[in-house]
Structures are given as structure tokens and as C-alpha cells.
């Protein structure tokens, strides 16, 4: 089974200044058609899962484009430019390469 | 509009049996995967199992298979989790969710709201 890794787990960030969260795989995630099958998601207190980044680099409808994803084969990065309050919340990541598909720990945003 | 429904909160007991659903709305539901995710108090995400209604081809993550069943039912537009031996264990959120296409369960933008089940003596 792939195991997922993100870094840090706690992560304080002063609004306006960047972020940067890392994520690896224990396996390649890079896929035959090319693609890198990670997306990363975003879970507000209180709410379900949002989708932020599929296929490593591309945002998801209406996402900010303050963040970005990068990387490919087992190295990640979920980047967001400028912090912002509405920014707090647990990061993961989520590799949908092969089943059993897996969650990262989660990053932990707070402002400071 | 995509909606995924879920069912109410639970409290049941241990040794009990459970059954929480998801119901579709908005789209062709037997052409999309649905997968279920836990969230136990305070912890992460856990991936379960996805399952695909039109032919119910179902996988499963080691750590759940034989502890849950997952199943759909294409005439209701509904997809369940069940349990039949509930532990204090599986006391967590649980929620459904569905992917932005037909092809694979990846960049899922679609998630029910939750179903909370507290198992407890």
C-alpha cells in the first residue's frame, strides 16, 4: 500500500505571508497517461473535505489563485502565496494512483 | 446541481448492526464512484472503500475490508455503509463523497455533509 507523508503537521503562519506544505509518497504516483494522481483538500472546522488540487498541479472550479500544487512522481507541494484568515483549517493530501487509495497525516494552518 | 445527502446522526451500541446512506441527486449516479471516508474524533482522514453503482464493483482498504460493507442501490440513487458488529471503535464521522468525473475516484469535489455515529454502552 502507498503511504503518504506531509510536513509539517503544525504549521503558524502570519496572514500575508507564505505557506508551504510538503507531501510524499512511498510509491510513484506518476501514471502511464502521464498525470500525477495526487489532489490536495482543504477541511475547514466544522466542514466536510474541499477539493483544492487535482492531478498535483491543477485548482479545483473557484479556488483561489493563491494556492498552487507542484511536483510529480513521489514529491509534492501544496503552496499558498499570501495567507489568509479564511485559510485556516487541515490540509491533506490524497494519492488516487492505486487502491487502497491514501490521506496524508494532515498540516494543521493556524493563523498566528 | 450535484448533491450528496447523508443520513442522520447515530448512537447504537456494541455488538449492534448499522446501516448509514448517501443519497445522489443531480447526476447520472450509477456512472460515478462514490467512496466513503472516516474521521475519527480529533483525527485525520481514512479512505474505506469506493464502489461503482452500475455494476457495484467495490474496493476496499485492508483496514476496513470485513469490518463494513459498502453497496449501492441504482433505483434509490443510494449508497450505504453497514455494519453488522459495531465496536466503540467506530465511533467517527463518516462521510460520502464523489468525484468531478466518471473515470476513477480522484479529484472529488463532491461530499455528503457527514453522518456522525457514536457507538457507546
Known amino acids: 500500500d502507498i503511504v503518504m507523508t506531509q510536513s509539517p503537521l503544525s504549521l503558524p503562519v502570519t496572514p500575508g505571508e507564505p505557506a508551504s506544505i510538503s507531501c510524499r509518497s512511498s510509491?510513484?504516483?506518476?501514471?502511464?497517461?502521464?498525470?500525477?494522481?495526487l489532489d490536495w483538500y482543504l477541511q475547514k472546522p466544522g466542514q466536510s473535505p474541499q477539493l483544492l488540487i487535482y492531478?498535483?498541479?491543477n485548482r479545483a472550479s473557484g479556488v483561489p489563485d493563491r494556492f498552487s500544487g507542484s511536483g510529480s512522481g513521489t514529491d509534492f507541494t501544496l503552496q499558498i502565496s499570501r495567507v489568509e484568515a479564511e485559510d485556516v483549517g487541515v490540509y491533506y493530501c490524497?494519492?488516487?494512483?492505486?487502491?487502497?487509495?491514501?490521506f496524508g497525516q494532515g498540516t494543521k494552518l493556524e493563523i498566528k | 446541481e450535484v448533491q450528496l445527502v447523508q443520513s442522520g446522526a447515530e448512537v447504537k451500541k456494541p455488538g449492534e448492526s448499522l446501516k448509514i446512506s448517501c443519497k445522489g441527486s443531480?447526476?447520472?449516479?450509477?456512472?460515478?464512484?462514490i467512496g466513503w471516508v472516516r474521521q475519527m474524533p480529533g483525527k485525520g482522514l481514512e479512505w474505506m472503500g469506493i464502489?461503482?453503482?452500475?455494476?457495484?464493483?467495490?474496493r476496499y482498504s485492508p483496514s476496513f475490508q470485513g469490518q463494513v460493507t459498502i453497496s449501492a442501490d441504482k433505483s434509490i440513487t443510494t449508497a450505504s455503509l453497514q455494519w453488522n458488529n459495531l465496536k466503540a471503535s467506530d465511533t467517527a464521522m463518516y462521510y460520502c463523497?464523489?468525484?468531478?468525473?466518471?473515470?476513477?475516484?480522484?479529484?472529488?469535489?463532491?461530499w455528503g455533509q457527514g453522518t456522525l455515529v457514536t457507538v457507546s454502552s
Open positions: 463523497a464523489r468525484p468531478h468525473w466518471d473515470s476513477g475516484w480522484h479529484g472529488v469535489d463532491y
Open positions: 443531480g447526476y447520472s449516479f450509477s456512472n460515478y464512484w
Open positions: 464502489i461503482y453503482p452500475n455494476d457495484s464493483d467495490t
Open positions: 510509491q510513484s504516483l506518476l501514471h502511464s497517461d502521464g498525470y500525477s494522481y
Open positions: 492531478l498535483g498541479s
Open positions: 490524497m494519492q488516487a494512483q492505486e487502491t487502497p487509495y491514501s
